[in-house]
Structure formats: C-alpha cells, structure tokens
C-alpha cells in the first residue's frame, strides 16, 4: 500500500494563479482532511471530508475549495494564490472519524507564492 | 477554547540521556490523546494513541503517558536517530495539534 499521496511535492506560484493540490488514499478511508504548517503554528485543518460527497470547513478554509467525488480523492483547490498561502500543506485520512483515530499523513506538499 | 501545548520547544540531549516531553490540553470531551513523530521534508508518523488517564504505551524507547490534563513521552537512552520534531494531538470532532518539540540527540 502506498498510504496517503501527494502531488507535486513542489511548487511556486505568483500571486493571482490558481491551482489544484492532489492527495489520493488507498486505504479505503472514510475521513480525509487538509492541513497547513506553518512555523510557530502547528498544523491547522483547512478541510475536511467525512466521506464521497460531504465535505466541511476546518479552522482556516478562506482562500480554498475541495470536492469528494471518490473515496480514494480529495483535491485542494486554490483560487487566486497569495503570498500569505505560502506554507507546506499536508493531506490525512484516517478510518473513521478524527475524534479516535489516528490519522495517516503524507509527505506533503510545499508550496511558494510570489 | 480548547488548546494544545508542548515543552519544552527544543531539546538537546546526549547519546544515552534518558527526558521526557510534556504535552499540556485543555480540551473538553477528549476523544484520544496522540503522538507523532516528524522528520524533516516529511509528513507526521503515527506512534501511539491514548484513550483515558492512567493509560501508557510503548513502543522501542519511547513510552507515552496520559493523565487528565498532560501527556508524557519519555525517551529512554535516546539515539542519534531519534532526533526529530514530535506532536502531540488531541481529538474531539477534529484535532488540534500542539506546535511541538524538536529533540535533537548527539553521540
């Protein structure tokens, strides 16, 4: 098993452009959620998606979409990049709900906006 | 509010220094306690899970504790290579995550 991919693990963008962060799990896990981290601040939840179709904000959601059209997807779509969204961003899922179970990260993300 | 903190931020010991890291919550209705480890360019690696107070696991030299307001993780003769930043979680309808400590250990 792969666990949780990431892709790209890179990426610069200037501010104003638009793109999608990939992650995809083959662990067949109900909950995936979005993190950001960022020095000093701990990883903080931008998304989350208790399974296909249902999707909800975390505690930072401005500036971010997400969809869940497959158990195994969850894109992280930025709108119009800005210098503040430059962080690593981490993608989780886990079994079921968060409260009790361990989430499985990838390796991340690392994004930087000019 | 519910809020995660960890001590010390960072952490040099010797080869064979035996510490412990503190993870301080106040978080109502917690649902699990857990510990990660991360290393550089990558993402948290599960260690353990703790449910209720007067709960320990281990696992190598690590060994993680639960009370009602703090967890433990104690690290008995350390390794060079387990040096590493380690998080501390709690859960209840998501997680929130603690910022912290970088333990670095030296031969």
């Known amino acids: 098993n792969a666990g949780v991919t990431q892709t790209p693990k890179f990426q610069v963008l200037k501010t104003g452009q638009s793109m999608t962060l990939q992650c995809a799990q083959d662990m067949n896990h109900e909950y995936m959620s979005w993190y950001r981290q960022d020095p000093g601040m701990g990883l903080r939840l931008i998304h989350y998606s208790v399974g296909a179709g249902i999707t909800d904000q975390g505690e930072v959601p401005n500036g971010y979409n997400v969809s869940r059209s497959t158990t195994e997807d969850f894109p992280l779509r930025l709108l119009s990049a800005a210098p503040s969204q430059t962080s690593v961003y981490f993608c989780?899922?886990?079994?079921?709900?968060?409260?009790?179970?361990?989430?499985?990260f990838g390796d991340g993300t690392r994004l930087s906006i000019l | 509010e519910d809020q995660v903190t960890q001590s010390p931020e960072a952490l040099r010991l010797q080869e064979g220094e035996s510490s412990s890291l503190n993870c301080s919550y106040t978080?109502?209705?917690?649902?699990?306690l857990f510990w990660y480890r991360q290393d550089p360019g990558k993402g948290p690696e599960f260690l353990f899970t703790l449910y209720s107070a007067g709960e320990e696991k281990e696992k190598e030299r690590l060994k993680a504790t639960l009370t009602k307001k703090e967890s433990f993780l104690h690290i008995t003769a350390p390794k060079p290579e387990d040096s590493a930043t380690y998080l501390c979680a709690v859960g209840r309808y998501k997680l929130i995550f603690g910022t912290g400590t970088r333990l670095q250990v030296f031969p």
């Open positions: 989780a899922s886990s079994e079921t709900g968060v409260g009790d179970q361990p989430q499985h």
């Open positions: 978080v109502s209705g917690l649902r699990g």
